[in-house]
């Protein structure tokens, strides 16, 4: 049988629904033979994952998704096989959780300014196990509440940047965030780039240090795809893919609805920094 990986998956303790225990039920109930756990900004569920994978079968790969921004467009890098007992990279994502708390204070706090005094934080911060909160878990509360019909509609009126609620995030540069991802031993790869839209980019990227593509990815049309994987062959980049599964906090992007070839992760292996 093929083994495939799925690289790019969410649990509870970023903005997904699922434990990374359900992720291993599911990862394994589907074949898979590699998960990768990218939460935002946070490791937190990397080892409970690889604990409950222990004697399945199942490879856990270690992975963060860093929020970055350049010229006012949001980029996200991916690492994988980091080491998660790295100095550099512990102080960044302390720092990180630090920044998206007081920022998702500020969101709450001029929503109640703004004629919805329900909203608290202390509700937001109960969506996750951790302090990597953000917009999706206020997204979450807005909908339970009635003020919004799905997590379209609550960015579109209340949490995107045209939105008078909207507060700026902290800037991190995505050069930053491959530094710091190879820095702790890991291959750095760019997320979505078809979302992203920022191709000019890739070269000066692959200079920085990237390793790889996102080219395999749910939604991805086949002229979107073949594009991505001659991009990855022109800059000699590794071509990954995932689901971007978020569990039941997004119903359409599912656990190993997005895949890529096992080799794909070995050759993730021998780039990491």
Same mark, same amino acid.
């Given at each position: 049988?093929? #083994?495939?990986?799925?690289?790019?998956?969410?649990?509870?303790?970023?903005?997904?629904?699922?434990?990374?225990?359900?992720? =291993?039920?599911?990862?394994? $109930?589907?074949?898979?033979?590699? &998960? @990768?756990?990218? *939460?935002?900004?946070?490791?937190?569920?990397?080892?409970?994952?690889?604990?409950?994978?222990?004697?399945?079968?199942?490879? &856990?790969?270690?992975?963060?998704?860093?929020?970055?921004?350049?010229?006012?467009?949001?980029?996200?890098?991916?690492? !994988? +096989?980091? *080491?998660?007992?790295?100095?550099?990279?512990?102080?960044?994502?302390?720092? +990180?959780?630090? =920044?998206?708390?007081?920022?998702?204070?500020?969101?709450? %706090?001029?929503?109640?300014?703004?004629?919805?005094?329900?909203?608290?934080?202390?509700?937001?911060? #109960?969506?996750?196990?951790? *302090? @990597?909160?953000?917009?999706?878990?206020?997204?979450?509360?807005?909908?339970? $509440?009635?003020?919004?019909?799905?997590?379209?509609?609550?960015?579109?009126?209340?949490?995107?940047?045209?939105?008078?609620?909207?507060?700026? #995030?902290?800037?991190?540069?995505? !050069?930053?965030?491959?530094?710091?991802?190879?820095?702790?031993?890991?291959?750095? &790869?760019?997320?979505?780039?078809?979302?992203?839209? $920022?191709?000019?980019?890739?070269?000066? +990227?692959?200079?920085?240090?990237?390793?790889?593509?996102?080219?395999?990815?749910?939604?991805?049309?086949?002229?979107?795809?073949?594009? !991505?994987?001659?991009? @990855?062959?022109?800059?000699?980049?590794?071509?990954? /893919?995932?689901?971007?599964?978020?569990?039941?906090?997004? *119903?359409?992007?599912?656990? /190993?609805?997005?895949?890529?070839? !096992?080799?794909?992760?070995? %050759?993730?292996?021998?780039?990491?920094?």
């Amino acid at each position: 049988m093929k #083994k495939v990986a799925d690289l790019h998956i969410h649990t509870c303790f970023s903005d997904g629904l699922d434990t990374p225990e359900e992720v =291993v039920q599911i990862s394994v $109930k589907k074949g898979l033979a590699c &998960v @990768a756990i990218t *939460d935002h900004d946070s490791v937190e569920g990397v080892r409970p994952a690889m604990n409950a994978a222990m004697g399945t079968g199942l490879e &856990v790969v270690c992975g963060v998704e860093l929020s970055t921004e350049w010229s006012s467009s949001d980029i996200h890098i991916l690492g !994988y +096989f980091i *080491d998660l007992d790295h100095p550099a990279l512990k102080r960044a994502l302390e720092r +990180f959780c630090s =920044v998206r708390i007081q920022r998702v204070r500020d969101i709450v %706090e001029n929503l109640q300014r703004g004629g919805y005094p329900d909203i608290t934080f202390d509700e937001v911060r #109960k969506l996750s196990k951790t *302090d @990597a909160i953000g917009r999706p878990h206020i997204a979450r509360i807005l909908i339970q $509440k009635g003020y919004a019909a799905d997590i379209n509609d609550a960015f579109a009126r209340f949490l995107g940047e045209e939105c008078s609620f909207y507060v700026p #995030k902290f800037k991190q540069s995505p !050069y930053e965030a491959i530094e710091l991802i190879r820095s702790s031993g890991g291959a750095a &790869v760019m997320a979505h780039p078809m979302k992203t839209l $920022k191709d000019e980019l890739i070269p000066s +990227f692959v200079e920085a240090g990237l390793a790889g593509l996102e080219t395999y990815y749910l939604g991805n049309s086949i002229s979107e795809t073949r594009f !991505y994987e001659k991009l @990855a062959r022109k800059h000699g980049l590794v071509a990954t /893919g995932g689901s971007d599964a978020h569990g039941r906090a997004r *119903d359409y992007s599912l656990i /190993g609805q997005a895949t890529v070839d !096992y080799a794909a992760v070995e %050759e993730l292996r021998s780039r990491c920094g």
